[in-house]
């Protein structure tokens, strides 16, 4: 046998153990789940509060040290072979109470990267085979600050929500923000800042891209 088919058994072997771990986490997860159906992979340090709001479809895996919050009005919501990354925060609302946020929709085969930040107060909506990069932020909320006479956190927030169509590639750093709708089939360069409504088969490169490009059907 040579030398590199044993370093790949190696590897093999070790994924194997990693996997058969976050499977025994699974199992244990799923009986606090609203809905569990298939295989469920949870790495280590996962935390998974409100857990009686989350439902997951088929092979979902949650990857170390994410955080998933469950306190919303209408769920967290993980369609089939969907992947949440290392260490990123999904939250619909304050630890402490207070008002519940919405809560997220996320469809099949997609996936959100390492040290995302989901902030579902408002409702998000994620279609089906999205890729989201590492670092990528989403706010379905803003705060409300047209009275210069009252402080902004005494103005409240309005919450109108972000939806993302089917088949985008969204790249790392990308910042969208509340009322926003992406089209699908959209590509979105990596360090964007995504304010406006982007159409379908659109690609914006960078935040100096200032022109929306259309994509050949």
């Known amino acids: 046998m040579s030398f590199d088919s044993n370093i790949a058994n190696i590897d093999k072997l070790i994924i194997l153990m990693r996997t058969g771990t976050k499977f025994i986490r699974g199992l244990w997860i799923r009986l606090f789940l609203r809905e569990a159906h298939g295989l469920l992979l ?18 979902v895996k949650f990857e170390d040290y994410a955080e998933i919050q469950g306190l919303c009005s209408n769920g967290l919501n993980f ?3 969907v992947t949440i990354g290392r260490a990123t925060m999904i939250r619909p609302s304050s630890y402490y109470g207070g ?29 089906n085979n999205v890729m989201i990069g590492p670092k990528c932020s989403l706010f ?9 006479n009252e402080s902004i956190k005494s103005q409240g927030v309005q919450q109108r929500g972000i939806t993302i169509g089917d088949d985008c590639w969204i790249g790392s750093n990308v910042v969208i923000l509340d009322g926003v709708s992406i089209g699908s089939h959209v590509v979105i360069g990596a360090g964007t800042l995504i304010a ?6 659109s690609i914006i490169l960078d935040k100096r891209d200032r022109m929306t490009r259309q994509r050949i059907k």
């Open 42 to 59: 949870v790495g280590q340090h996962v935390t998974i509060s409100h857990a009686h709001n989350v439902r997951c479809g088929k092979n």
């Open 79 to 81: 369609g089939n072979d």
């Open 99 to 127: 008002d519940y946020g919405y809560g997220i929709t996320i469809g099949d085969n997609s996936s959100i990267g390492p040290h995302g930040y989901i902030g579902c107060s408002g409702r998000i909506y994620i279609g």
């Open 140 to 148: 379905a909320e803003n705060h409300v600050f047209s009275n210069s």
């Open 196 to 201: 406006k409504d982007v159409p379908d088969y």
